[in-house]
Nanobody
């Protein structure tokens, strides 16, 4: 089954930087096409919100609150998406989740596709 493994979260002071990574894999199957990957975040008591997304062609979109500070990129060969976060603010504190829209083969070799694949989340805490 599809697995998304995030890393790179942590504690940082306001104004600092962090780089998140999320690697996608298909277990004993194989990823055939990674259409797009996204980063979302959810702070305590708030709804999950889109931070940024990027498609296979490299076209990216950003949430208004992170424009000019965050940069999303994707390594198609490694099936990995990155989120470079600069000029971090306390309000960026949240659990960050990655999401993938992809086509893959399962352990039987059956081709499957979907958009509802999520990582386990990584905590980002920005202190003031």
């Amino acid at each position: 089954q599809v697995q998304l493994v995030e890393s790179g979260g942590g504690l940082v002071q306001a104004g600092g930087s962090l780089r998140l990574s999320c690697a996608a894999s298909a277990g004993s199957g194989k990823i055939l096409n990674l259409h797009a990957m996204s980063w979302y975040r959810q702070a305590p008591g708030k709804r999950r919100e889109l931070v940024a997304d990027i498609n296979r062609g490299g076209n990216a979109n950003y949430g208004d609150s992170v424009k000019g500070r965050f940069t999303i990129s994707m390594d198609n060969a490694k099936n990995t998406v990155y989120l470079q976060m600069n000029s971090l603010k306390p309000e960026d504190t949240a659990v960050y989740y990655c999401n993938a829209d992809l086509v893959f083969t399962d352990w039987l070799g059956t081709v499957q596709a979907g958009k509802d694949y999520w990582g386990q989340g990584t905590q980002v805490t920005v202190s003031s």
